[in-house]
């Protein structure tokens, strides 16, 4: 999901910028941006030629999780209503189809990222709680362990 998660997140800023640069030609960008949706995400996910052995189990449960919410996805018509919303209604960058997605763009808005982390990744059946990194000392660019 590594991936596909990188190229959504360049979607978004490649589609801040072009609302941007083409603004001057009366032209606005906006992005849909739904949950889980009854598709083939997840067996058309994109994948890591080369994977990483430590990361085996982690990475099984995530793709286990996220087959699961595809099979339980509500269908894409909410996500068809959404983009004609979006093309038809006022401007607004972002659009998110009534349900989950819409629940947690409010929480990434409106909560600390701690909470918010934690329930995804409890969502995804991943560690809440990992072994702290070595606390570091930040001196103008620099990083230098405490000791």
Not at 9 to 25: I, K, N, P, W, Y
Not at 27 to 36: D, G, T
Not at 69 to 78: K, L, M, R
């Amino acid at each position: 999901m590594g991936l596909y998660s990188a190229t959504k997140h360049a979607v978004e800023g490649m589609s801040e910028t072009l609302d941007h640069e083409v603004r001057q030609f009366g032209i606005r960008v906006s992005l849909v941006e739904p949950a889980f949706t009854k598709t083939r995400l997840d067996t058309n996910s994109p994948q890591a030629s080369n994977q990483i052995a430590a990361y085996d189990s982690e990475r099984n449960l995530v793709t286990s999780i996220v087959a699961k919410n595809v099979v339980d996805a509500p269908e894409p018509d909410g996500v068809a209503d959404t983009i004609v919303s979006a093309a038809l209604g006022c401007w607004r960058m972002r659009h998110t189809p009534k349900g989950q997605a819409s629940l947690l763009s409010k929480l990434r808005r409106f909560m600390p990222a701690g909470p918010v982390d934690q329930s995804l990744r409890k969502s995804f059946g991943l560690k809440t709680h990992t072994q702290p990194a070595k606390k570091m000392r930040c001196h103008g660019d620099a990083r230098t362990p405490d000791q």
